[in-house]
C-alpha cells in the first residue's frame, strides 16, 4: 500500500503522544518507500554524484555548499 510520506507527518501531528500506536501503518509505508530508495542503485549513484560534485566545489573553494547557497548582502 504505497501513501504519500506526508501522510505519517500528518498523522504523527494529528496523534500527539499516540501516534506509536495511531500511526503503524502509515510508518510502515514510509519505511516500504525508504527501502526502496536505498536499494535503488541509480538513485545511489545519483546521490554518489552530487556528492562528489559538492566535495569538488568545496576542495576548489573552501566554501561549504550551504555557505555558497545562501543569498549575498547587497550593498546599500
Known sequence: ???DPADFTK????SG???VIKCRKENSALKECLT???TDPAFYEECKMEY?????EFRRTGIPAKKRLQKLPTSM
Open 1 to 3: 500500500m504505497a501513501l
Open 11 to 14: 498523522c504523527c501531528k494529528d
Open 17 to 19: 503522544v499516540l501516534m
Open 36 to 38: 526502496a530508495y536505498y
Open 52 to 56: 562528489l560534485k559538492e566535495r569538488e
